[in-house]
């Protein structure tokens, strides 16, 4: 409502006097017309948070760290299954592209489902990234006791440069993937929501946040949101004057946003009260592996598989991120909005800007011109924001 352009027909009763001078009284501070309908502007409704919408102030001085990681991508999808060599059993948990942290859970379930009917002794987890991890707890809750080996530690697997975002996104390509892959998929992500959302609230990094897809065409919708809307709450397709984006497309929910550094020490810290122990160990071929103690092994190597198992399917897609210092007021996410991939997560100790999706590219290295596009197409959400 634009209370600043109304001017009475009518000479105004005392009581009206009263109440407009209360209202005046009560804008004293605003000097100009303008800045009231600018206020009034913000008010856009918000289900999950009570404040107004803020922008990230986004400059190039302000960059402290760029990161790479490879996603470990499978067209036809991750590899659950078990195999049997000579008295071992290897089971694999490998290839969940960028959706392994929002997995991770319903994926290792379905791996530790694999080891029943074997006897509970000994178990091996090979790697210690998100999947060696919920694997080795998993086994641990069900009796197995557990030793990770592991090339490198936790903290510098691809699951701490993950970015965060409940959402199992590009996991796999529908169309080569199968009919019996999409339902285990989404058996997957059923298993892992039920099971963030009982840590959300005990300090494992987990949080709810909205979460604004932007777009400048009306793309097809991610197959996560048309198959699994139910996992997803407050979905809807925002007309322009309902949100601040400066894009003609904004769908929006809530989810959750999960804190890689939190979370994946929380839970190596849970192992480690459970009785496990971690081995760091390089393995350069299976005969490596068939030569550990243990009899029943799990595979959580992500892209090391390719190589330890000849799967030539297994493949990086190279992810960049930008960190920017952290922001209290920014209580939202955005995907979409840019050039190529783009979004912005606000984490409690950073502001990440994402991001890229080189597949085939093992390098490692930061590049200088995507992170100059990462800042310029998020500078152009923002800069530009409503508000
Ligand atoms: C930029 C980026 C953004 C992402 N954003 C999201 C997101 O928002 N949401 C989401 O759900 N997912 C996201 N992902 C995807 C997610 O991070 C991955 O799918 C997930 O981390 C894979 O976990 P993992 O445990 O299988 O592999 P890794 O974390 O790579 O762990 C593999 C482990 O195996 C060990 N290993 C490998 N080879 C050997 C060997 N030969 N011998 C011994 N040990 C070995 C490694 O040392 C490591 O410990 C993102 C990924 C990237 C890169």
Redesign the pocket.
Known sequence: MDITNKTPKNNPTRRQVIKTLGTVGALSSLSACSKISTILNKNYERPHSRTPFFAPRITRDKIVRVIV????YRPSGFVVKREEYDKKNIVHN?G?????????WGSSALAVHQAAGLPINQAAV???????LTTARLLQDAGWDVTI????I?R??????????????SVFEEGVASKAFEEQYKYASRISHHAYQNLSGANYGIRFLENYYLSNNQNEEPYYLRELPELFSSIANLKPHEHPFPVPFVKRTVTMMIEPATFLRRVRDDFLLSGGHFKI????HLDDILSLKEHTIFN?????SK??FEDEELTPVK???VFIPPDPAIDYLTVGGGTDVTYMFPRKGEILL??SGQKDDWSRNPEAEVTERIIEDNKNIFDNLRI
């Open positions: 990681g490879l996603r470990p490998y969940h592209g960028g959706g392994g942290i929002s997995l991770s090979i790697g210690s990234g998100i999947m060696g080996y592991t090339r490198d936790t510098h697997s691809v699951s701490n440069v993950g970015a965060g975002q409940w959402a199992p996104t160990r390089n393995f350069t959580c190597t992500g892209l090391g190589a330890l992810g960049q991120l994402g991001g």
